[in-house]
Nanobody, 119 residues
Framework: QVQFVESGGGLVQSGGSLRLSCVGS????????MGWYRQAPGKQRDWVAS???????DYADFVEGRFTISRDNAKNTLYLQMNNLRPEDTAVYYC?????????????WGQGTQVTVSS
């Protein structure tokens, strides 16, 4: 089973940028959809963005054009480029991948990477 490891989080000032990476331990081409969620302290986990194997992307409204999701199947890596970061973007960011079977959707999660945006 493919596992995901995120990296790229850290501390950044408001208005700064970070690029998160999510590397699969094996091929990610079987994941029909991949994406990112985030969870701030004391809050529910919120969906951020997703991308399918065809390259179609979707974003949560709060992204407001600041983030770009991409995937490189050859490198087994999912990315999230985050620009113009705000303090409210502070959260643990989790990547995920979905494999669609006839009767179920199997989702695999990474362990998360902390993003902290200071004002």
């Amino acid at each position: 089973q493919v596992q995901f490891v995120e990296s790229g989080g850290g501390l950044v000032q408001s208005g700064g940028s970070l690029r998160l990476s999510c590397v699969g331990s094996g091929s990610i081409s079987s994941f029909v959809v991949m994406g990112w969620y985030r969870q701030a302290p004391g809050k529910q986990r919120d969906w951020v963005a997703s991308i399918n194997n065809g390259g179609s992307t979707d974003y949560a409204d709060f992204v407001e054009g600041r983030f770009t999701i991409s995937r490189d199947n050859a490198k087994n890596t999912l990315y999230l480029q985050m620009n113009n970061l705000r303090p409210e973007d502070t959260a643990v960011y989790y990547c995920y991948g979905e494999i669609w079977r006839s009767l179920e959707v199997l989702r695999t999660w990474g362990q998360g990477t902390q993003v902290t945006v200071s004002s």
